[in-house]
């Protein structure tokens, strides 16, 4: 059984940085995604990274104010934020993927394991 847990998550004004980081064990064999879900809104997809680091992907909404990155030597994988706006307000999921392909990154169902979720709030 794989367990995902993250952390970072916290209030921020608008503007601001934030680092999530996200321990699974078992890591270097899975691909990571971050998913994120605000008050009222389904879940939805934020950026993910295959299981070598080779390839990541964004929703356009967060491309070039977020990167995700990991340290497979430390099982970790890490959701930097910049440039912090209002409507990134939610609750953030680190998942684990066994397999991600450019057609199903996106996709929650997709993943097999799932932490319990960070609240990222930022105030404007």
């Known amino acids: 059984q794989v367990q995902v847990l993250e952390s970072g998550g916290g209030l921020v004004q608008a503007g601001d940085s934030l680092r999530l980081s996200c321990a699974a064990s078992?890591?270097?064999?899975?691909?990571m995604g971050w998913f994120r879900q605000a008050p009222g809104k389904e879940r939805e997809f934020v950026a993910a990274?295959?299981?070598?680091?080779?390839?990541?992907y964004y929703v356009d909404s967060v491309k070039g104010r977020f990167t995700i990155s990991r340290d497979n030597a430390k099982n970790t994988v890490y959701l930097q934020m910049n440039s912090l706006k209002p409507e990134d307000t939610a609750v953030y999921y680190c998942?684990?993927?066994?397999?991600?392909?450019?057609?199903?990154?996106?996709?929650?169902?997709?993943?097999?394991?799932w932490g319990q979720g960070t609240q990222v709030t930022v105030s404007s």
């Open positions: 998942a684990a993927a066994r397999v991600l392909t450019t057609t199903n990154y996106q996709y929650a169902y997709q993943y097999d394991y």
């Open positions: 078992g890591f270097s064999t899975f691909s």
């Open positions: 990274v295959t299981w070598n680091g080779g390839s990541t």
